[in-house]
C-alpha cells in the first residue's frame, strides 16, 4: 500500500499556505496539533490561537453522543473518477449555513444570521476566519464574488444564479463591514439559507485575495496577459473560470475553507487532503477539527470497490457499494479489521422508470404523455418479487413519493398506482387505445410499429439491470417488449437531454425527506436533470431561449405550485403546495417508482470512532456523509 510521508505533505501543504513567521504564543486552552508543531516551532506558521477565528464554532461531542477525539491518521477512502475528488467538498460539508443532525439550519462558518421575513438575510461572518493560505475571509470575498464575478459579463454571461432571482429580480447586496453580507429582496426568498446548505452548494464567495490576481480589475495587464499565454486559454475569463473551482476541488493552489484541503496536484491514482490549520470548528477540550491529520483518496475501477473494502483497502466507504454488496462485505470483516453497517436512504426511489415525454418520436411521444400507459406500466411490475431477489424485502415497494421521515408523507401517495395488477394494467393499454397486437403478442404502435419499450441505463448498477430483467418478464405479460440499453452515465444524460432517449433509469428525486422549509421546485418543471421532462426544464433554466414550454395542465400547475410556494407567507400555505404538488405526482407518475428505503452497506474501520451505526444516507439533505460531520470522525488507536 503506498504511503505517502508526512514530511513530503507538510513540504506541499506549506508551499501552498505561505503563511508568515513570527507568531505569538499559543494560549494555554486550545491545543496545537502535532501534525503542525512543528512547523509552528520554526515560524512558518501561526500557533493555533491566530489560526482559528476570534469565535470559532465550538462542538460539544458530549451533548451528541459522542467521544471527544484524538488527532492525528489517515483515512483511506475510494472513488471511481478523478473528478470525484470533488466528494471531498461534500463529506467536508463547511457551509455558512448546514443541516444538523435533525435536519435542521443552524450557523457552520457564519457565527449568526437574521431572517427577517424570508426577505432580509443578515450573515454574520466569524471575526478572524481566515482561509486555508491564512488571508482574511471578510465581506470582501462577497462582494468579490458579487461584484466582479456574478455581475460580470465575461465570467457570468447569464448573470447572477437562479436561486438568487425572485420575480426574475436580483437582491440588493449590501456589505457594511468586514464581517457582515446583507441580502435583500422586494419579495421572499424562502429557499436562500436551505441553498446555502446543499450539497453542492452555491459559493455565495469566493477568495479575492488569490483570485484578484487573475482578473482584469485586479491584475497588472502585462503580469495577466503571461498568466494567460502560460495557460495556454483564450483569455483572462477562461483563466480565472479554469481556477475558480470551489467545488471541483481540483485547483491545489485555490484556498479553502473545508476542513482539509487538496494537496494533490493534477491527476493521480491517489490523492492526498491534509487538516486545514485555518479551520474553524474545534471541540470543548480546545482542539482543532478536523482530528483526521489526511485524507487519501483513491481512484479504483467502480467493480473493484466492493473488492478493495472487502479486503481492508477502505477505513470509510459507502459510495461505490449497493446492498448486493453487503454480504460479501460481512464475510471479510473479520480479516479486513471492519464492520458493515447498513443505514437507510434518503432518495424517493432506489430505481425509478422515467418515460421521457419530450422524446423526439412523436408518435411515442404521445403514447408516453397519456397517463393510462403510465399507469399501466407501474401496475404491471412485480415490485414484491423484486424486493425478494434484490434486496431480501429488507426495502420498500411502492411508488416513486417522499418517504415516512417527510411530514408531508402521505401512504395513499406511495402506493398509488404501485400494486401489481396485470387485469387493470391491460386494461388501460386497451382503453388508451393500443389494442392491436403483432404474432407475438406485443402491442401495435398508433402507426403499426411494435410497442418496444427502449429503457437506457447509466450500466452502473446490477441491481437496476436485475430488476429490469424483471420487469421485462412483466411487462411483455401485457404485450409491451422492454428493451434495455446499458450506457455511460454521460451519453446517457447528454441523450435524455437532447429528447434521443425514449425512456431512462436513475434513483428517484435525491432528497426523498423534504421538510417544512424545503422548496419543493424540484416538483415542477424546472430542471432538465428530472427525466421525464427534460427539454421543458431547458426551457425554464435558459429563460426560454432552448427546450420547449410545458404543454400539458398537470405539468403547468406544478410550475404556478411551486410559484405559489415561493410568495407563500405561513408554513399552512407552503403544506398546502406540497400536498397539492405531491398528488400530481402520485396521479401522474412522471416517474414509476419501484421501491425505496433500500439499506445502503457503510464499511467502517473498527479503529474509526464517531461514526453513527444508525444513520441517513442522502445526498439532500444531507451530503451523504457530510452531515454526520466526518471532521469529528477519530481513530482510537
Known amino acids: 500500500m503506498f504511503k505517502t510521508t508526512r514530511t513530503s505533505l507538510l513540504g506541499l501543504t506549506l508551499a501552498l499556505v505561505g503563511v508568515l513567521p513570527g507568531w505569538a504564543a499559543t494560549p494555554p486552552d486550545l491545543q496545537e496539533s502535532q501534525f503542525w508543531q512543528s512547523e509552528v516551532a520554526a515560524g512558518n506558521l501561526p500557533p493555533v490561537a491566530e489560526r482559528i477565528p476570534a469565535e470559532p464554532l465550538i462542538v460539544d461531542l458530549a451533548a451528541k453522543g459522542r467521544e471527544i477525539g484524538k488527532p492525528g491518521g489517515t483515512l483511506r477512502t475510494m472513488v471511481t473518477r478523478n473528478k470525484d475528488v470533488r466528494q471531498m467538498v461534500v463529506y467536508g460539508y463547511a457551509r455558512l449555513v448546514g443541516f444538523d443532525q435533525n435536519y435542521e439550519l443552524a450557523p457552520d462558518i457564519l457565527e449568526s444570521f437574521e431572517n427577517e421575513n424570508n426577505r432580509k438575510f443578515t450573515l454574520n461572518l466569524r471575526e478572524g476566519h481566515k482561509w486555508s493560505d491564512g488571508s482574511p475571509f471578510t465581506s470582501e470575498d462577497f462582494r468579490y464574488w458579487w461584484e466582479d464575478v456574478a455581475n460580470h459579463e465575461a465570467l457570468s454571461p447569464s448573470g447572477p444564479p437562479d436561486f438568487l432571482l425572485v420575480e426574475g429580480k436580483p437582491p440588493t447586496v449590501t456589505f457594511p463591514d468586514e464581517t457582515t453580507v446583507v441580502f435583500e429582496w422586494d419579495d ?10 446543499q450539497a453542492r452548494p452555491p459559493f455565495i464567495y469566493r477568495p479575492s485575495a488569490f483570485l484578484k490576481k487573475y482578473h482584469e480589475n485586479y491584475a497588472n495587464t502585462e503580469d495577466l496577459e503571461f498568466e494567460v499565454e502560460d495557460a495556454r486559454v483564450t483569455s483572462w475569463a477562461a483563466l480565472h473560470n479554469k481556477l475558480d473551482n470551489l467545488y471541483k476541488f481540483d485547483n491545489h493552489e485555490l484556498p479553502t475553507l473545508q476542513p482539509w484541503l487538496n494537496a494533490s496536484s493534477g491527476k493521480k491514482i491517489r490523492h492526498n487532503f491534509v487538516r486545514n490549520p485555518f479551520y474553524h470548528r474545534v471541540d470543548t477540550n480546545g482542539v482543532q477539527l478536523p482530528y483526521i491529520d489526511v485524507v487519501e483518496m483513491e481512484i479504483v475501477a467502480p467493480g473493484l470497490v466492493a473488492a478493495k473494502t472487502n479486503a481492508g483497502e477502505s477505513d470509510l466507504q ?7 454488496d453487503a454480504s460479501i462485505l460481512k464475510k471479510g470483516e473479520a480479516q479486513g479489521d471492519y464492520k458493515t453497517l447498513l443505514w437507510k436512504t434518503g432518495v424517493a426511489s432506489q430505481v425509478a422508470i422515467y418515460p421521457n415525454l419530450n422524446y423526439e418520436d412523436e408518435v411515442w411521444r404521445d403514447v408516453l404523455r397519456d397517463v393510462r400507459v403510465r399507469r399501466a406500466l407501474s401496475l404491471a411490475i412485480d415490485r414484491k418479487t423484486i424486493n425478494q431477489a434484490l434486496y431480501f424485502k429488507l426495502a420498500k ?11 408531508f408523507y402521505d401512504e395513499a401517495n406511495a402506493q398509488a398506482w404501485a400494486q401489481y395488477d396485470m387485469d387493470q394494467a391491460n386494461a388501460l393499454l386497451d382503453e388508451a387505445g393500443l389494442t392491436e397486437r403483432d404474432g407475438s403478442g406485443i402491442r401495435l404502435l398508433p402507426d403499426g410499429r411494435p410497442m418496444e419499450l427502449i429503457v437506457e441505463t447509466a450500466g452502473e448498477r446490477q441491481e437496476v439491470e436485475n430488476a429490469l430483467q424483471i420487469v421485462t418478464d412483466n411487462w411483455r405479460d401485457i404485450g409491451v417488449k422492454l428493451v434495455m440499453r446499458p450506457l455511460d452515465r454521460d451519453i446517457l444524460r447528454n441523450r435524455v437531454f437532447a429528447g434521443t432517449t425514449m425512456a431512462s433509469v436513475w434513483f428517484g428525486w435525491d432528497d426523498g425527506i423534504p421538510q417544512m422549509h ?14 421525464a421532462w427534460p427539454k421543458w426544464g431547458q426551457f425554464y433554466q435558459t429563460g426560454g431561449s432552448a427546450g420547449e414550454a410545458p404543454d400539458m395542465p398537470e405539468a403547468e400547475r406544478l410550475m404556478a405550485l411551486a410559484h405559489d410556494w415561493e410568495v407563500a407567507t405561513s408554513d399552512e400555505e407552503r403544506k398546502a403546495v406540497w400536498t397539492e404538488m405531491l398528488k400530481i405526482h402520485a396521479d401522474q407518475l412522471y416517474g414509476i417508482g419501484i421501491l425505496n428505503g433500500a439499506p445502503q452497506p457503510i464499511v467502517v474501520s473498527n479503529r474509526l470512532r464517531n461514526v453513527p451505526e444508525q444513520a441517513m444516507w442522502a445526498w439532500e439533505p444531507g451530503a451523504h456523509f457530510g452531515i454526520h460531520r466526518p471532521d469529528e470522525f477519530f481513530f482510537a488507536d
Request: aromatic share 10%; no cysteine.
Open 518 to 531: 424545503t422548496s419543493p421546485a424540484y416538483l415542477a418543471p424546472t430542471d432538465q436533470v428530472f427525466l
Open 318 to 324: 459507502g459510495r461505490g457499494l449497493s446492498f448486493r
Open 188 to 197: 421572499p426568498n424562502p429557499n436562500f439559507l436551505q441553498s446555502l446548505a
Open 397 to 407: 415497494p411502492g411508488a416513486m413519493s417522499v418517504l415516512p421521515a417527510s411530514p
